[in-house]
């Protein structure tokens, strides 16, 4: 009887050393889990409180450098939330976009010579691209005056003269548009299908027609690091405008 009694105690100890080495497992694993987790959350905490100091960079930039003279503008912030903040403003001097349909945009061609032209490629599908209308501002002895011009990306029957197809750099539609001295700029807007654009010079730099403001921000450790791009665009009237008819005395036809 003893002997089973012994044998008996035996299996209790291994059975109980047994569930100690589960609980054990058990326990480390949580354990292991519980430190990940924090980990984490102290790391997304970290990138979240870094990506603020970029964009805090970007409103920096923006409300110092208001007239954004020079071809490059750099900057340091400073610290904010304890990271480092530097920015950069870079003058852009061709207009890529992408635009809905009937919303315009602008282009800035002040300083235009006669013969000059500009570049419009557009539409990244062949399935029912877009057209584009495009009006030219430009000075008539002091007189404002307008030139409409219709860019067909296809035939709708309307007029517009058809655009040239193939691949120029990933869009299939291109037209050119030939300028005269003393326009001012032209604003163009798709119709028919919204569109990606854009527009460039042909034989000359077009003025600066927005801006590229990049912030970095880098925390103290230098282990976690981000960059916030922001693109200032010109300012310009609103969409609405190109439907409105304005006269300071009496409108006469």
């Known amino acids: 009887m003893i002997k089973g009694k012994e044998n008996q105690s035996g299996q209790i100890g291994v059975i109980i050393l047994l569930m100690m080495v589960v609980l054990l497992t058990i326990g480390l694993s949580l354990a292991s889990r519980s430190t990940q987790d924090l980990f984490l959350a102290t790391q997304q905490a970290e990138s979240t409180r870094v990506f603020n100091a970029a964009e805090a960079g970007i409103e920096e930039a923006l409300s110092t450098a208001l007239d954004f003279e020079g071809a490059t503008l750099e900057g340091s912030v400073g610290t904010i939330e304890d990271a480092n903040v530097n920015y950069v403003i870079r003058k852009v001097n061709e ?13 800035d061609v002040t300083g235009v010579s006669d013969g000059q032209q500009l570049v419009f490629d557009w539409s990244k ?9 495009a009006v030219v501002y430009y000075d008539d002895a002091g007189t404002t005056r307008v030139r409409h011009y219709g860019l067909g990306g296809s035939n709708q029957g309307d007029g517009f003269t058809l655009a040239s197809t193939g691949d120029f750099g990933g ?7 030939t300028l005269q001295s003393g326009d001012l700029f032209v604003r163009v807007w798709p119709i028919y299908n919204d569109t990606y654009i854009k527009v460039t010079g042909n034989g000359w730099t077009l003025p600066v027609q927005y801006y590229n403001v990049r912030s970095e921000a880098q925390n103290e450790n230098g282990n976690e690091t981000r960059i916030v791009e922001v693109n200032r665009t010109l300012s310009t009237a609103p969409s609405v405008m190109d439907y409105a008819v304005f006269s300071g005395t009496t409108l006469t036809k």
């Open 95 to 107: 207009l890529e976009t992408r635009l809905f349909e009937g919303v315009a945009v602008m282009v």
């Open 125 to 133: 599908t062949t399935t029912d691209p877009a057209s584009l209308v």
């Open 171 to 177: 869009y299939t539609r291109r037209s050119t548009l």
